[in-house]
């Protein structure tokens, strides 16, 4: 199955249907620890409802730190963490509250750059590949130019570990 097409550059894109039937899943398996390495369990409080929000992501490790990419540009999770002012909480296996920092779109290039260098490691070529074209809207292996234009469209967060 292919990815969702997140590459078109819109202000918002909601997440298909069977993307949001399937997210339980992903938290599930994410929070107790059962999901590839660097997959997380997002919580933040949702901006409108104040209730709960959780999300799986995917964790990048960067020069030892660790970031979160959206994948899907501006999404309800990045305007929920903006809303909350960084106050989230990130699980795997348990619960670590966290402050989100969001870069400056110059300070994403690498970042996104690590992210789709581990998902090559992770998944492969080919899911790498289906990776940059559908979510970054980029070619397999772009080169940091190419990520260059596209990082006003992909927030990024620096995960600051505050317990």
Do not use: C
Not at 59 to 67: A, E, P, V
Not at 101 to 125: N, V
Not at 134 to 155: A, E
């Amino acid at each position: 199955m292919k990815p969702q097409d997140y590459s078109a550059r819109t202000e918002y894109r909601p997440p298909a249907g069977w993307y949001r039937r399937l997210n339980w899943l992903g938290v599930l398996l994410t929070s107790v620890g059962l999901a590839p390495r660097d997959a997380v369990t997002l919580q933040v409080r949702g901006r409108r409802s104040g209730k709960l929000r959780r999300v799986p992501i995917l964790r990048t490790r960067y020069q030892g730190k660790d970031y979160l990419v959206a994948l899907a540009g501006e999404s309800q999770w990045v305007r929920n963490v903006r809303a909350a002012r960084g106050d989230a909480v990130i699980r795997r296996g348990s619960a670590r509250h966290v402050r989100l920092e969001e870069l400056a779109p110059a300070d994403r290039p690498d970042i996104i750059a690590e992210y789709l260098r581990a998902g090559r490691r992770r998944s492969g070529a080919d899911a790498n590949a289906n990776q940059a074209r559908f979510y970054f809207g980029l070619d397999p292996d772009p080169s940091i130019d190419d990520i260059r234009t596209i990082v006003d469209h992909y927030p990024v967060f620096r995960v600051v570990h505050t317990s």
